[in-house]
């Protein structure tokens, strides 16, 4: 039953692809951002707050839709990255990177904020009396502690990319070997007659990624917390 | 010679603090009930708190001055703080706590001082466990040693025993003796109890509701002088 097809397995690979990069480019920003809610009172929190969320509850049409405008060829955004700095998002991988990314974000900022703000900031304090500049003391203290959370947004993220759908077929549509992910591959083979078999294929595929994230992330969190049990 | 020179003031909500006192080396006790304001003045001189205006110098060395707007971070002063509950990284081990000082102040690893710390502490067999397998008073021997390896201008001990219980403070008290007599850092010893800084403290400013009472011997501790001075 999973003799893959070489048009399978390009959907798999990229489905990896899309979703590692979406979830590595999103992590610098989550960690940021996670930092920022959780730590700084600012005018308009409120608002930035509610806009990190909003892909989380808005039609995933919707966030497609606003991606294309902002960021396709002829989007503020995309046309200004395309012309200075060559990179173009739409119709291409990194467009569907882009989705993915933007559709997780929200998973993964939501933890690791809950992990920063369940930390001792007294630690920071003695950190800093030990000599620790405010960098050092986050890359030292507060990241290290706040790791569980940390890997709970990744694999949130990941997971969320790699079964991104909506967003990304309004985005960057549904391009075999470019744009064609595990979820557009099983929708499009569902719309042919003759399809289920290779569908049903990719939905066990996409079952067991699903299920080896989520024990590769238990595995990690269990790993973070032993640090702090001891020996 | 005078090596501390605190002379500051701070309010918080409907506290205020005015506090005045100069040290020389040696152990000096900031004694006075809780809510004197003890751990406030020790935060200030750390730099952990900002005080609302006056100054504080540290071997001829202004660490704050609200008037030249001096106020030194907390990650330069090179003050050790011993803090009440130890506040160990729960996630290094008891030798990464001990060289976490060090590293961060860019102090040249140094076996002997290592060794010698170890030993003058008694915390050399836990080296590689990790400080929740600890025990209170054993916490607080490394949290000493930690702020001593970052080789201190001033080492401030925040009611070192107050988080434990009375065999673990006689067991720890003997260290901190030895600590004052062989290492020749000058030290800031808060606490509420007559008892343990008749042991320890060579100099006592004596604090009650965020003022000075008064500073000078160990005869200050005695409530019948405080009497006399009000």
Redesign the interface.
């Known amino acids: 039953m999973l003799d893959l097809t070489p048009a399978e397995w390009t959907a798999i690979l990229l489905s990896l692809r899309v979703a590692l990069v979406a979830t590595a480019c999103a992590l610098p920003f989550g960690i940021a951002l996670g930092w920022l809610l959780a730590r700084r009172e600012f005018w308009g929190k409120t608002l930035l707050d509610g806009i990190t969320f909003l892909p989380l509850v808005l039609p995933p049409v919707v966030t497609g839709y606003l991606l294309l405008i902002s960021f396709g060829r002829r989007g503020p955004i995309g046309a200004f990255l395309a012309d200075h700095f060559g990179i173009v998002f739409s119709f291409r991988w990194t467009g569907a990177a882009l989705s993915c990314g933007v559709m997780g974000f929200p998973l993964m900022v939501r933890p690791i904020r809950l992990a920063l703000e369940a930390i001792d900031r007294?630690?920071e304090?003695?950190?800093?009396?030990?000599?620790?500049?405010?960098f050092?003391?986050f890359l030292?203290?507060t990241l290290?502690?706040a790791l569980p959370g940390v890997i709970a947004g990744v694999v949130l993220c990941f997971a969320r990319a790699l079964g991104e759908f909506g967003a990304t077929i309004t985005f960057v549509s549904n391009i075999p070997g470019e744009t064609q992910t595990i979820s557009a591959a099983i929708y499009t083979l569902l719309q042919v007659p003759g399809g289920e078999a290779a569908a049903g294929r990719l939905v066990l595929i996409a079952i067991a990624l699903a299920l080896a994230a989520l024990i590769a992330s238990e595995w990690f969190a269990r790993r973070a917390g032993m640090?702090?049990?001891?020996? | 010679m005078i090596v501390l020179a605190v002379d500051v003031e701070r309010r918080l909500g409907a506290f205020q603090i005015t506090a005045r006192f100069e040290a020389e080396g040696g152990v000096t006790a900031l004694f006075g009930p809780s809510g004197a304001g003890k751990t406030t003045i020790a935060n200030m001189i750390a730099g952990l708190l900002t005080p609302d205006r006056g100054s504080i110098s540290l071997d001829g060395t202004v660490l704050f001055d609200a008037a030249a707007r001096i106020d030194m971070p907390v990650h330069r002063r090179r003050i050790g703080y011993v803090f009440q509950d130890g506040r160990l990284f729960p996630h290094l081990s008891v030798r990464q706590n001990l060289d976490y000082g060090r590293r961060m102040s860019g102090v040249a690893r140094d076996a002997d001082e290592f060794a010698r710390i170890a030993a003058l502490l008694d915390i050399g067999h836990l080296l590689e466990r990790r400080p929740r397998m600890l025990s209170g008073g054993e916490r607080q021997r490394v949290a000493v040693g930690r702020a001593l390896l970052m080789r201190p201008r001033l080492l401030i001990l925040d009611e070192p025993l107050a988080s434990l219980d009375l065999a673990h403070k006689r067991e720890i008290l003997p260290y901190l003796v030895r600590l004052r007599d062989e290492a020749s850092v000058p030290m800031v010893y808060v606490s509420h109890t007559p008892a343990e800084l008749r042991r320890i403290a060579t100099k006592v400013v004596r604090l009650d509701a965020g003022r000075v009472l008064g500073s000078g011997g160990l005869d200050l501790l005695d409530e019948r002088e405080i009497d006399a001075i009000r």
């Open positions: 007294r630690l304090d003695a950190a800093a009396t030990l000599g620790a500049n405010g050092l003391v030292t203290v290290p502690l640090r702090f049990q001891g020996e």
